[in-house]
């Protein structure tokens, strides 16, 4: 036999007698009837809550009286029951290894027949396990187990697919009626059943923290109504100016944090913090810091302005809602070093460049172009002639004067030849066009000379005049 709540084990029981009392909502104290010679042979119930000797009620002297500390109301129920023979303790206590049956057929229990832990059976079955801080459904048995939410418009469930192995939480009252959670052999899937609906987290300051768009599969942060197609992502970082995108990485310590933090190695955000235009910056602790690399699965062989290849730089300018060309003399392209612009091509394919002016006046220019191109060619292409003898320049002479550029001496040593300074080379051309020019003007001069000693000056002057020579004068 189980008991249950506040009771009293063994004893015998019998309900005194009550005659005289009267509850009128001031009354306190009531006869008994009979003696009582302690308050424990007592079992005493207002309106069925039980009293506690001491604290809701005492014995007056000879026992033939009960003093309540709050006078029973007018009409309440009373019961006072003297308990005889051997009493044990009050029912306050553990009941492991008995059962308290509910229901007709004794298949639905409460047991407690393992220390600390307390089954419930429902229908023959241990369905749930109540232990310190755990509740257990189910009792590993091979069937699903769930929670339902009855709602008034729409039924919610957390639960087990035993079969599937896979936990679920979804709308509906059975398992996998419309499943948005669950995780399973193949790990974690919201929307499983692939329905057609959005995914958002908000924030105290944002509703659309973070935002998957159902019907068109766009992912968004901080932006409801995202402008890219099908799987695309899109990134409001609202008036802020600081990086859309960093990159980190804990190998990285570059030191330049007057810009970025040390383990940051690329940037992306505004240009400008009220025009916008992309703005992307890397840094590195060595020398080599950005690197474009296009990878083509073929090639382009038009050169012309419908030309393609796998690398572009394309500018345009507004016009209207949609862009056009920029002018003849407007610059589309520019490279600056730390703000300052050294390099420029224009709207027409014009290239401008800061370079350096100094000339090689010091210098045979022609001597130096022939040193130029033996150096540069591969031996046997240069078909020489008796005024190479004449070439006093070499391959050092060629790096001294910055046409050809800097190498280690161990790639000298390997026979490499280092890039050429396209603007030194050039410079170098215009100056050997001056000295040929120097020089042409000076044999003029010589010729004109020996003219006017051979035939006279008015002879020599028809002759260049003949030949539409001009002297400079």
């Known amino acids: 036999m189980a008991y249950v709540g506040q009771g009293i084990k063994n004893g015998t029981f019998s309900v005194l007698d009550t005659s005289g009392n009267t509850y009128n909502g001031s009354n306190v104290t009531?006869?008994?009837?009979?003696?009582?010679?302690?308050?424990?042979?007592l079992l005493v119930s207002h309106d069925g809550v039980i009293q506690k000797p001491g604290t809701d009620y005492t014995i007056a002297t000879g026992g033939t009286q009960i003093t309540f500390t709050t006078a029973p109301a007018s009409g309440a129920s009373i019961f006072i029951t003297e308990i005889s023979g051997a009493v044990g303790a009050p029912m306050n206590r553990d009941i492991n290894g008995d059962e308290l049956i509910l229901d007709a057929d004794a298949d639905t229990s409460i047991t407690a027949d393992t220390d600390d832990q307390i089954d419930i059976r429902i229908a023959g079955n241990d369905d749930f396990k109540l232990t310190a801080k755990t509740l257990t459904i189910g009792g590993g048995a091979a069937a699903d187990t769930a929670i339902v939410f009855d709602g008034n418009a729409q039924d919610y469930y957390i639960g087990l697919d035993d079969s599937g192995d896979e936990f679920q939480i979804g709308k509906g009252s059975t398992l996998a009626a419309g499943r948005e959670f669950s995780i399973g052999a193949s790990g974690p899937v919201f929307n499983e059943d692939s329905d057609t609906h959005d995914f958002r987290i908000e924030t105290d300051d944002q509703t659309h923290a973070f935002f998957i768009h159902g019907a068109n599969?766009?992912?968004?942060?901080?932006?409801?109504?995202?402008?890219?197609?099908?799987?695309?992502?899109?990134?409001?970082?609202?008036?802020?100016?600081?990086?859309?995108?960093?990159?980190?990485?804990?190998?990285?310590?570059?030191?330049?944090?007057?810009?970025?933090?040390?383990?940051?190695?690329?940037?992306?955000?505004?240009?400008?913090?009220?025009?916008?235009?992309?703005?992307?910056?890397?840094?590195?602790?060595?020398?080599?810091?950005?690197?474009?690399?296009?990878?083509?699965?073929?090639?382009?062989?038009?050169?012309?302005?419908?030309?393609?290849?796998?690398?572009?730089?394309?500018?345009?300018?507004?016009?209207?809602?949609?862009?056009?060309?920029?002018?003849?003399?407007?610059?589309?392209?520019?490279?600056?070093?730390?703000?300052?612009?050294?390099?420029?091509?224009?709207?027409?394919?014009?290239?401008?460049?800061?370079?350096?002016?100094?000339?090689?006046?010091?210098?045979?220019?022609?001597?130096?172009?022939?040193?130029?191109?033996?150096?540069?060619?591969?031996?046997?292409?240069?078909?020489?002639?008796?005024?190479?003898?004449?070439?006093?320049?070499?391959?050092?002479?060629?790096?001294?004067?910055?046409?050809?550029?800097?190498?280690?001496?161990?790639?000298?040593?390997?026979?490499?030849?280092?890039?050429?300074?396209?603007?030194?080379?050039?410079?170098?051309?215009?100056?050997?066009?001056?000295?040929?020019?120097?020089?042409?003007?000076?044999?003029?001069?010589?010729?004109?000379?020996?003219?006017?000693?051979?035939?006279?000056?008015?002879?020599?002057?028809?002759?260049?005049?003949?030949?539409?020579?001009?002297?400079?004068?």
């Open 217 to 473: 599969d766009e992912v968004s942060l901080n932006e409801s109504a995202s402008d890219t197609d099908s799987g695309g992502l899109c990134i409001n970082h609202g008036s802020n100016d600081a990086a859309s995108i960093t990159l980190k990485n804990s190998d990285v310590a570059h030191g330049v944090t007057d810009q970025v933090e040390t383990d940051t190695y690329a940037f992306i955000g505004k240009n400008a913090a009220a025009n916008g235009g992309l703005l992307f910056m890397s840094f590195s602790e060595g020398d080599n810091c950005h690197t474009h690399e296009a990878f083509a699965t073929s090639s382009n062989t038009t050169q012309n302005g419908s030309g393609g290849g796998p690398f572009k730089m394309n500018g345009r300018k507004k016009s209207g809602t949609g862009a056009t060309a920029f002018g003849s003399g407007d610059n589309v392209f520019l490279v600056q070093n730390n703000g300052q612009t050294d390099f420029i091509v224009d709207g027409n394919g014009d290239i401008f460049y800061d370079g350096s002016a100094s000339a090689y006046d010091s210098y045979d220019d022609a001597q130096l172009v022939r040193a130029f191109d033996i150096a540069k060619s591969t031996p046997g292409t240069i078909i020489q002639s008796k005024w190479d003898d004449f070439v006093q320049y070499k391959y050092d002479d060629l790096r001294e004067a910055g046409i050809l550029g800097n190498q280690t001496k161990e790639d000298d040593e390997k026979g490499i030849i280092p890039f050429t300074c396209v603007t030194k080379l050039q410079k170098l051309h215009n100056g050997a066009i001056w000295q040929q020019y120097e020089k042409h003007n000076q044999l003029l001069e010589a010729v004109y000379d020996l003219a006017k000693e051979a035939v006279g000056e008015e002879k020599a002057n028809a002759i260049l005049d003949k030949h539409e020579v001009k002297r400079l004068q």
């Open 30 to 41: 009531f006869n008994l009837g009979t003696q009582v010679s302690s308050p424990a042979q």
